[in-house]
T-cell receptor
Framework: KQEVTQIPAALSVPEGENLVLNCSFT??????LQWFRQDPGKGLTSLLL???SQREQTSGRLNASLDKSSGRSTLYIAASQPGDSATYLC????????????WGAGTKLIIKP | EAQVTQNPRYLITVTGKKLTVTCSQN?????MSWYRQDPGLGLRQIYY???????DKGDVPEGYKVSRKEKRNFPLILESPSPNQTSLYFC????????????FGEGSRLTVL
């Protein structure tokens, strides 16, 4: 059964630093992987979607990579800003789950001014 | 503006009093889904729908009902709410049977006394 893990659960860094958030999954037979952002008490916003055939996707200061063979994805945030503070979740879609997303628990990111 | 709209956003009710949380999307998406989010348990899928008149159970369907009579609407029904259904509920929609980018509503915070 697919499991998705995000470590660390929380991360605090000074403003301006580049940082990497990690997502690992146990079964490499994924259809795609999505990264989401959630602000406190709010809904989730999709940041990047990577198809299984892709290695990375970029949007502005965000870059997500995918390595299916090692069961890992990383979300790279360049030049972090206080407005990047949020919880970041990754989720994978697999054929075995009828394409329903399997979610990680998230990494809570705090960017200190 | 593309959006998923949930109502009510906040609700306090009592055990056993039937309630419905509405969800509507304006993106002509085939796929819609309901999640609940609880501290320490993350996001868990309740029900999903691949298209009109097609619904399936997610991971935690007990105590909930759904219907999909129109493409844009996917209401969540709690026939006899209990305190363990106190939670933050999210509706989401997507293209391509759920494998496209997932759009979330703002959430509905439900308290059952």
């Amino acid at each position: 059964k697919q499991e998705v893990t995000q470590i660390p659960a929380a991360l605090s860094v000074p403003e301006g630093e580049n940082l990497v958030l990690n997502c690992s999954f146990t079964d490499s037979a994924i259809y795609n992987l999505q990264w989401f952002r959630q602000d406190p008490g709010k809904g989730l916003t999709s940041l990047l979607l990577i198809q299984s055939s892709q290695r990375e996707q970029t949007s502005g200061r965000l870059n997500a990579s995918l390595d299916k063979s090692s069961g890992r994805s990383t979300l790279y945030i360049a030049a972090s800003q206080p407005g990047d503070s949020a919880t970041y979740l990754c989720a994978v879609s697999t054929l075995d789950s009828n394409y329903q997303l399997i979610w990680g628990a998230g990494t809570k990111l705090i960017i200190k001014p | 503006e593309a959006q998923v709209t949930q109502n009510p956003r906040y609700l306090i009710t009592v055990t056993g009093k039937k309630l419905t949380v509405t969800c509507s999307q304006n993106m002509n998406h085939e796929y819609m889904s309901w999640y609940r989010q609880d501290p320490g348990l993350g996001l868990r899928q309740i029900y999903y729908s691949m298209n009109v008149e097609v619904t399936d159970k997610g991971d935690v369907p007990e105590g909930y009902k759904v219907s999909r009579k129109e493409k844009r609407n996917f209401p969540l029904i709690l026939e006899s709410p209990s305190p363990n259904q106190t939670s933050l509920y999210f509706c989401a929609s997507s293209t391509r049977q759920g494998t496209g980018e997932l759009f979330f509503g703002e959430g509905s915070r439900l308290t059952v006394l």
